[in-house]
């Protein structure tokens, strides 16, 4: 991963690719490519969460998602490069644990550096999260209220 161009010395991946297949990663669960593309002293903060400092700490939060029967899973709408290490994410990601699917829309801001995610930032709107529960709730009940993964538009 982050595979460096010898004549250049430059990363083969823009900040935007990396953090592309970053959430591809995240959405199909595979956390071992995660996991590399994520520097060692990597920064991760969160709507309502603490940070998380260091790769260690974000692998653990994302074994927490393989050991438990909580799915992560996530959908890539739209990305950009807006500097030259900035790349910033709109994706739906869905916690999914049996009938219950906490469904809603994240602002992921992912600062790069040499191929790799040094600083990770997740915004997501509150009341859109209270929404997305009340949905959830409803959907295990009520089937159709379910919300379903969009698909991808990259």
């Known amino acids: 991963m982050g595979t460096i161009d010898t004549v250049n010395n430059a990363p083969l991946w823009s900040p935007q690719d990396v953090a592309e297949r970053f959430v591809d990663a995240l959405g199909s669960g595979d956390y071992?490519?995660?996991e590399h593309l994520l520097a060692k002293n990597v920064v991760y903060r969160?709507?309502?969460?603490?940070?998380?400092?260091g790769?260690?700490?974000?692998?653990?939060?994302f074994r927490w998602h393989a050991r438990t029967?909580?799915?992560m899973q996530a959908v890539l709408l739209a990305s950009e490069q807006t500097g030259r290490a900035i790349?910033?994410?709109e994706r739906v990601t869905a916690l999914v644990y049996g009938p219950?699917?906490?469904?809603?829309?994240v602002r992921g801001v992912f600062e790069?550096?040499?191929g790799r995610i040094?600083?990770?930032?997740?915004?997501?709107?509150?009341a859109v999260v209270a929404r997305a529960a009340a949905r959830a709730v409803a959907g295990v009940f009520y089937a159709p209220a379910r919300p379903t993964l969009p698909r991808a538009v990259i």
């Open 87 to 89: 790349a910033v994410t």
């Open 32 to 34: 071992e490519i995660a």
């Open 69 to 71: 029967r909580v799915a």
């Open 112 to 114: 790069v550096d040499g």
């Open 100 to 105: 219950l699917r906490l469904q809603f829309q």
């Open 55 to 61: 790769r260690a700490a974000i692998v653990r939060h």
């Open 118 to 126: 040094v600083a990770w930032r997740d915004d997501v709107d509150t």
């Open 46 to 53: 969160r709507t309502g969460g603490r940070p998380l400092r």
